[in-house]
């Protein structure tokens, strides 16, 4: 919930509250440092190993 993950979703038209995926990248310093809310997992490794 730190992150805004927690909120309302839909799925086959049911409307119900639960965690939205997403992807973090956070810097030693503790600052967000990038954001990824959608995601292709067969290239999502590649894109965040890039953004480090």
Same mark, same amino acid.
């Given at each position: 919930?730190?992150? !805004? ?9 049911? @409307?119900?509250?639960? &965690?939205?995926? !997403? ?9 967000? @440092?990038?954001?990824? &809310? ?15």
């Amino acid at each position: 919930m730190a992150y !805004g993950v927690w909120g309302k979703k839909t799925f086959m038209g049911r @409307r119900y509250e639960g &965690t939205h995926r !997403g992807t973090f990248l956070i810097g030693p310093d503790g600052v967000i @440092r990038q954001i990824w &809310t959608t995601v292709k997992p067969a290239e999502h490794a590649e894109e965040v190993l890039a953004a480090i």
